[in-house]
Each structure stands twice: as C-alpha cells, then as structure tokens.
C-alpha cells in the first residue's frame, strides 16, 4: 500500500511539473527544464502506443476560433484561478485551527464537505490542463484525483482516533469531496460506489479530451490546395488568406522550397507572432525565455484569456528589431511551411494526425497586398526549444 501510495503522489508531482510547463517555458530556467524534461516527452512520442500522450487536445497555439472554444478557454482560467483561491482560503483556516488548538476545522466549506482543499485543487487542475491541454495531463489529472481520495481516507482515519466523538458526528452530517445529499444519490457512500465514479469521472474527462480535440480541429479555420494546408493564428487573418494565398503559393519564392511528393502544414501568422518559437527556431526574439518580461506574460496568458491572444501579435521588443521585414505593416504576415510525414498509406493527408511528424521547413514573410517577399529563412529540423513534441494547433 505504502509503495503504490508513492507511486501515485509521485504522479501527482508530474502532473504539477507538466502543467506547469506552460510557465517555465517563457522564464529563465526553461533550458534547464527541457534537457531533462525534454527526453521523457520524446520518449512517449517516439512509440505509436504513447504519442498520443504528448499531443494536445484543445487551441494553444492559436486563437480559439468560435465561441464555444473561447467560453472554454475562458473557463481554463476561471477554474485555475478559482480552485488556487478557495485551496488557499481553506490552508489559512486549517492552519488557524492548528495554531489556536481548536481542533479540526468544521466551518464555512468545511461544515458541507471534509476535503474542500482537494476538491479545489481538482478544480484548479481542471483548469490547469485546459491551459496546457496535453494528453497526458489529464491521464495525471486522473491519477491525481485517486491519490486525493488516498489522502482522504488516511486523514479521516487519523481524524477519528485523535477526536473520535466529534469527528465521528462531523462524517455522519458531512460528505466527502459533495455534499451529503448529492453524495447518496451519486452512491458514494460505500467502497463499491466511490469505484464506480471514479470510472466514470475519468472515463467522462479522458473522453471529453478526446471529443474536444476532434471538435477543436473540425472548427479550424483552414485553407487547402492539393498537399497544402494553411492556419491561420488569428481569425481574422482568415478573408485575407483566403483571397491571397492561391497566389503566394505561386511565388517563385515558394514554389521553389516545395517538394514534390510531401505535404505541407503552414502557419499564416502577424511577423511579430510571439509564439512562433513553438513551431519552427524562426530567431532568437522568439524563444520567449529570453524575454524579460516572463511575469507579465504569465499573468496576461491567465488572467487576460480573452484578450491575451491578441497581446501575441504584438512585439516583446520596443525597438524595431524587425523593421527590416516591414513588420509595422498590417499587410505583411509570416508563413511558417512544415512537413508532415507518418501518415497512413491510402489516407488522406490529416496534418493534425497524432502519429504525424511535423518538421520545420522554411518561413517566408509576404506582403499580401503587394505579393512583395519581405524576408525568407530556411529553418532548422527544430523548434526555438530543440526537439520538445509542441502543440500543432
């Protein structure tokens, strides 16, 4: 028992450490993560078994692009934000319990449910995975919620030999993780009953990711000619992309990097796109955890969800390190082309596959407007973070 209660609190400290890794990316320790961060995630990607785990089921890279997708992006924040609010409301009055010999704390959330602080951090790691929704965060996500009822149980046991009369009441009238009420109709109350939601609590979320992803990508905004598909980062780069980019794919530029006989993904984004450094090492200006703004970026990304994407188009830099591009043009915008590979023989050609490899090609700064190419780059086979599986979407 002992052992596997390890394991699973072990599980509960990677779930932590790869939600968090949204936040790392973007501040100075970021090369310290990924050289030993990074081999775990290529190990998982490396096998057609587990590369699902290391892909992402919900918009990162780009803006959410109908309401729904937004609501829900909204909501990431919300139940981060939320669940860190009411854990840290409940530490402070267990702590005030300890430090004034009241006994256990049996007030406000406490009165309903014996374990608010679990069922917040539950909630806040909700949240948390729809800010950096990757696979295997909601399978840890689910390996942390078993490893809260262990906990659970080990409190409330240790509860009951040290305030056996009081503490005993205090669980005929309360319930666990719900209230009493919502705990009988759900079955709760017993060994068999507790087993039985947690199968369906995560068999509902994993599945849930997985309807999402499907969703997610059935509501992109993509243009497509033959092995070419185009995203668009912002929607409204869409009327534009769709007038134009027939044309830009006739550029001589262009035409000459294409190969024949592979497919292509292509990313239309502002120049100054900030998040770029994810889908191609297009310059130093774009690996973010050489900003200096690392705080504000985190803040903006979880308090701002709605408006942060549009923070994205914008340079970190006041200077024009990019004037050279013309980057103060609205009409100039960046292609960043990647090959994908791995597809099925005889399938049609999915960019988002989760067992397709994508690999930087080039990138290529246009004005629309003009068809002028502004600015070219043959890219390395890497992002601006080394080989780190990123989000595709």
């Not at 596997?4 to 949204?22: D, M, Q, R």
């Not at 965060?137 to 390996?143: D, G, K, T």
């Not at 669980?171 to 919502?182: A, C, D, H, I, L």
């Not at 914008?314 to 200077?319: A, C, I, V």
């Amino acid at each position: 028992m002992a052992k596997s209660k390890a394991a699973l609190s072990g599980a509960i400290v990677l779930y932590f450490v790869i939600c968090l890794e949204i936040l790392i990316m973007i501040s100075p320790f970021a090369g310290f993560f990924y050289s030993a961060f990074n081999p775990f995630l290529l190990g998982l990607a490396k096998y057609p078994a587990t590369r699902w785990l290391s892909s992402f089921f919900f918009v990162h890279l780009v803006a959410p692009p109908n309401e729904l997708l937004q609501f829900l992006r909204v909501m990431g924040s919300v139940l981060f934000v939320a669940g860190l609010v009411v854990f840290l409301v409940c530490a402070l009055q267990v702590y005030a319990s300890k430090f004034l010999k009241t006994g256990p704390a049996l007030k406000a959330l406490y009165s309903v449910i014996r374990h608010p602080q679990y069922l917040s951090l539950a909630v806040s790691g909700i949240g948390l995975a729809i800010l950096w929704p990757r696979f295997l965060v909601v399978i840890l996500w689910i390996a942390m919620v078993l490893v809260y009822y262990l906990l659970a149980k080990d409190e409330e046991r240790r509860m009951l030999k040290q305030f056996p009369e009081s503490y005993g009441k205090y669980m005929e009238s309360s319930g666990m993780f719900v209230p009493k009420r919502v705990e009988q109709l759900l079955g709760f109350s017993t060994t068999t009953g507790r087993l039985a939601v947690f199968a369906i609590l995560a068999s509902l979320i994993l599945g849930g990711a997985f309807l999402l992803r499907s969703y997610t990508i059935g509501h992109l905004p993509l243009w497509s000619e033959s092995n070419v598909v185009v995203l668009p980062i912002m929607p409204q780069d869409e009327p534009m992309l769709e007038h134009r980019m027939g044309d830009i794919l006739k550029l001589e530029q262009v035409k000459s990097k294409l190969q024949s006989g592979e497919s292509y993904l292509v990313y239309f984004m502002p120049v100054n796109y900030v998040m770029q450094g994810l889908i191609g090492d297009t310059g130093g200006d774009w690996q973010l955890y050489k900003q200096h703004h690392t705080m504000s970026m985190i803040t903006d990304f979880i308090l701002h969800p709605s408006g942060h994407m549009a923070g994205m188009q914008h340079s970190m830099h006041g200077d024009a390190s990019h004037s050279e591009h013309n980057a103060a043009s609205a009409t100039v915008r960046r292609l960043i082309f990647v090959t994908v590979s791995g597809a099925q023989p005889g399938k049609k050609f999915d960019p988002f596959a989760v067992n397709a490899v994508r690999t930087p090609q080039f990138m290529i700064d246009v004005d629309v407007h003009t068809l002028q190419v502004v600015g070219a780059k043959n890219l390395r086979v890497e992002t601006a973070w080394g080989t780190l599986p990123t989000p595709s979407f």
